[in-house]
């Protein structure tokens, strides 16, 4: 039994600790990618919703990116301060803020564009086990998120 408890506390023994660490590599292969364009990895991932929805309120991006208004609002103050987006209050329901893509945040998609391509040639892995892994990830990233909602 105590060799049990012992084992269960090993590194090596922590499905959280590879996919923390590999998740760290894998934004490290981003960076210096998104340095050129002066974004920050969060920041990409805000522009990647807003390139596909071109508008969302903080709540809809944050349920998109599984991320809180607390990470989400430094995030678009500085997407904000640097001309990619636009934050305004909605007319209906002044609680609720949306947020939507400016013209210069448009035409930053277009040089993000090659960034996908350049990070997964970093990743060397088969196709298959890439979309196995994918859907592994997203049945977890669901139900840690189910009790959530």
Same mark, same amino acid.
């Given at each position: 039994?105590?060799?049990?408890?012992?084992?269960?506390?090993?590194?090596?023994?922590?499905?959280?600790?590879?996919?923390?660490?590999?998740?760290?590599?894998?934004?490290?292969?981003?960076?210096?990618?998104?340095?050129?364009?002066?974004?920050?990895?969060?920041?990409?991932?805000?522009?990647?919703?807003?390139?596909?929805?071109?508008?969302?309120?903080? %709540? !809809? #991006?944050?349920?998109? =990116?599984?991320?809180?208004?607390?990470? /989400? +609002?430094?995030?678009?103050?500085?997407?904000?301060?640097?001309?990619?987006?636009?934050?305004?209050?909605?007319?209906?329901?002044?609680?609720?803020?949306?947020?939507?893509?400016?013209?210069?945040?448009?035409?930053?998609?277009?040089?993000?564009?090659?960034?996908?391509?350049?990070?997964?040639?970093?990743?060397?892995?088969?196709?298959?086990?890439? %979309? !196995? #892994?994918?859907?592994? =990830?997203?049945?977890?990233?669901?139900? /840690? +998120?189910?009790?959530?909602?």
């Amino acid at each position: 039994m105590r060799d049990q408890k012992e084992n269960s506390l090993l590194l090596r023994n922590q499905l959280c600790f590879p996919l923390y660490a590999a998740s760290r590599e894998v934004i490290k292969q981003y960076r210096t990618h998104l340095d050129t364009l002066d974004l920050t990895y969060t920041q990409y991932i805000a522009m990647m919703a807003f390139w596909e929805d071109g508008k969302l309120s903080v %709540k !809809e #991006l944050g349920k998109k =990116l599984f991320l809180d208004s607390g990470t /989400l +609002t430094p995030v678009l103050k500085s997407l904000e301060a640097k001309g990619f987006v636009r934050r305004y209050r909605s007319t209906e329901d002044e609680r609720v803020l949306y947020v939507e893509l400016t013209e210069k945040g448009k035409a930053l998609r277009e040089k993000a564009a090659e960034i996908p391509d350049k990070v997964s040639s970093c990743v060397d892995i088969d196709e298959e086990d890439g %979309k !196995e #892994l994918y859907r592994i =990830l997203y049945s977890i990233l669901e139900k /840690l +998120t189910q009790d959530k909602n």
